[in-house]
Structure formats: structure tokens, C-alpha cells
């Protein structure tokens, strides 16, 4: 699929090491018996429930497939986007595009509010962590999803302005954790472990943790700037949040209804889009995406 990336590119050949990576989903909408794929849905692969607070624009939300392209450069990221748009021109079109941006170095990187985000994330490099919480496992149903994932993306736009017009301590008690050290509250150190008892109860690191060793998940997130919603000329910016995990019912879903119902930061946030993909195992050399999927048609 790369190899035809390159050969059909949209524009001039790119500079030397793009380090384009391009990962494929397929939505819920896909086996909704359109394509005769119905009986092969993941149960994991649920509509996600509507939460409180949620201002999803159907404009933003959705899919039957899903195609992420990361790259250094975002034009090499839009350039792969364009390409594989223009070549499923007749059988697929796009829905929704959403750019984003993170810092290269995870080390001392801060989201659009200015804290340090990933600190209490799932180590990726933990191959045991990842077959417990991200990877779908041989025992897990069915059978063509297993080495592979569930991606869950929520457009969360932030009101900077309000969030800009509260003093430090308001947003640490928000976030239940130091601005400029990211140490929980009760502790020193940016990696020291969360003490709960000492957290706001509403803050988010009090509600995202998990309640159980079930619920974890791996972030993956992105800044967005969009320009200003001209309606009200407020920066039209934020969080475009993603995770990784071997279910969403049991993992993402628990976390965002605590968030939505209790969270503090819900003050300060707005959820616009929304989507969940089952991102089926990596390709094979000489195979195809999906193959596990169609060959089990
Ligand atoms: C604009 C929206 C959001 C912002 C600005 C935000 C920001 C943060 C920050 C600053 C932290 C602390 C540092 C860290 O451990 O990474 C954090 C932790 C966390 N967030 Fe969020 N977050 C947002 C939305 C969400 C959503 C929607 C979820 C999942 C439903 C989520 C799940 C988590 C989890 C699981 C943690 C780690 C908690 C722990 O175990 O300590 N966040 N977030």
C-alpha cells in the first residue's frame, strides 16, 4: 500500500526521512450490512453511549474507515491522505479531517493548557502492559481482530479564554496536579505516584485513574488550532484525544462517564466529534489491509 503511496504521490518526491506512519480503522457503520459484513462486527465495536455534556457535530464524528497518516512533516501527512483519497476516488470519500500536532520529544511536552500531559500514560515499550491493556489477545473474539486494537478519537475542544482567565491554582485543582512541576498534588516529582487521598475529588487525575487495573488505556493525543469560531470569536482549539485499548466498553467508556458527570476540567471543555475504529493487525509483507477480515468472509 506504501509502495503505491509513492508511486502515485500527489506531489514532488519529499525529503529524505519522512517518517510517515499510516493506520487504517474500520467503524461500526462498516458492518451495519451494507458490505454483507454484519455477522463479523466486533461486540467490542460498539456505538459509543452518549455522555453529558457532548456536543458532537455529525460533520465530525463517525466513519466506516478511518486512515491516520503521522508523520515530521505535515504536508508528507496530507500528501499520504490525498493519495490514498485519490485512489479509492468512486468507492470511498472523505467524511472529516482533523489535523493535529505533539511535540516530538514525549520528555517535558505540554498540551494547549499548558501541562504537562503523558506523564501517567501506559508505557508503550511494555510489551506486558500492551498485551494486557492495548493488543487483542488470542482468547478474544473474533478471531480477525486479534493482534490488533480499538481506537478511540474525541475532538475535544478547550475554551482557552475561560481556562486563560483563571489564576494557576484554580487550573492545578482542575487537573490535580502542579503546573510547573506536573507532580501530583501531595507529591514532589513529576513521576512520583499518584496519592489519591490527597487529590481534589473532582480533579481529573482523580477521575481518569483507573478504578480498576482493568481500565487502562494508552493516549496518543494531539493539539489542534483551527483558527476562531467567528460566532463568538474565541479560539476554535484544543485536545484532539485518542486511545488505544483492547476494549472500549470496559476501558474508555467507565473513565469518560466519570469525566463527563464529576470532572472539573468538563468546565473547560467541549466535546465536538467522536469516533471509534477497530484497527485490525498490522499488514503482512505481500498481504493487504484487512486481510484478516476478508478472509474470514
Ligand atoms: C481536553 C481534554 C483533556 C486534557 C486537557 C487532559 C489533560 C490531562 C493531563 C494534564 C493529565 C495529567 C498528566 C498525565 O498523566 O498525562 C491527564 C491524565 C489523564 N487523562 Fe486526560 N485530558 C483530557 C481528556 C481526557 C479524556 C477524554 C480521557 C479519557 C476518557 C483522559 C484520560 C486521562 C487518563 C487515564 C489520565 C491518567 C490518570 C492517572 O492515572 O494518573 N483525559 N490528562
Redesign the pocket.
Known sequence: MIRGVRDQAARAPHQSSPRLTVTFGFGPSLFGGRFGLAALRPSALAELPRFRGDRLEPGRSGGDVCVQACADDPDVAFDAIRTLAALGRGVVAPRWLQQGFRPEAEEGSR???G???????LDASDEGLMAKHVWVGEDDEPEWMRNGTYMVV?R?R?RLEHWDSVSVTQQERA???RKRS?A?FGRRGETDP?DPARLPPDS??AL???ASDEE??L?R?YSFVDGLDSRFAEWDA??F?I?FQRDPRRQ?VP??RR?SENDR?SEY?VHTGSAIFAIPPGVQEGGYIGQTLFESL
Open positions: 498540551n494547549l493548557l501541562f504537562r500531559d503523558g506523564t501517567n500514560n474525541r475535544i478547550v487537573i490535580g496536579r506536573g501530583p499518584v481529573h487525575v481518569a485513574g483507573p487502562r488505556i493516549r493525543s484544543g485536545l484525544f486511545c474508555f473513565i469518560q469525566l476540567l471543555v
